[in-house]
T-cell receptor
């Protein structure tokens, strides 16, 4: 079966760094995506990893280890507006481009 | 670029009626669109993959006769919830994949369906 796990909730302080982990077990692997979703809104794209290593994009970085079935999203210099759900999604099959989403992590940033 | 719209943004209907939700890619062509539903405080659950010019592919457990999907053009897919019941109340989100990208999906703003 397909299984993607993330912590349910995390809390961090404004200005701090937080790491959100994602582990996956899927029938195949064609890329891993991170999305941010504010309550009642659509998810917005943050990052994409298909090869092992770190991808950096401003305050956000994402890491992938395919051999371990593991990824993390790193958020630096946290701001109040970063309070949102963070969704890890794996595309298991080449050609269909469908995603399997993880459970999502609700991040609360405190002043 | 890469904007996806959904209409309506919210709808309230009576039990037994049918509701149509439109998903449009505004500035790109999408051979593939996806329909998800999301319950409060839960993640997105893929319902079906909508392919332009062919039948949709439904995920296990999703009733194809209940959730009718039509992908009539490269920029439009519709989801019709037939004979809606209160348990169909949910947040429905579509996404579209740009032909020219590596697989990234762009999401619409979602449609909040409430069935009374």
């Amino acid at each position: 079966g397909q299984n993607i796990d993330q912590p349910t909730e995390m809390t961090a302080t404004e200005g701090a760094i937080v790491q959100i982990n994602c582990t996956y077990q899927t029938s195949g692997f064609n890329g891993l995506f991170w999305y941010q979703q504010h309550a009642g809104e659509a998810p917005t794209f943050l990052s994409y990893n298909v090869l092992d290593g770190l991808e950096e994009k401003g305050r956000f970085s994402s890491f992938l280890s395919r051999s371990k079935g593991y990824s993390y999203l790193l958020l630096k210099e946290l701001q109040m507006k970063d309070s949102a759900s963070y969704l890890c999604a794996v595309s298991p099959t080449s050609g269909t481009y469908k995603y399997i989403f993880g459970t999502g992590t609700r991040l609360k940033v405190l002043a | 670029g890469a904007v996806v719209s959904q209409h309506p943004s919210w709808v309230i209907c009576k039990s037994g009626t049918s509701v149509k939700i439109e998903c449009r890619s505004l500035d790109f062509q999408a051979t593939t669109m996806f329909w998800y539903r999301q319950f409060p405080k839960q993640s997105l659950m893929l319902m079906a993959t909508s392919n332009e010019g062919s039948k949709a592919t439904y995920e296990q457990g999703v009733e194809k006769d209940k959730f009718l999907i039509n992908h009539a053009s490269l920029t439009l897919s519709t989801l019709t919830v037939t004979s809606a019941h209160p348990e169909d109340s949910s947040f429905y989100i579509c996404s579209a994949r740009d032909i020219g990208t590596s697989g990234e999906q762009f999401f619409g703003p979602g449609t909040r369906l409430t069935v009374l």
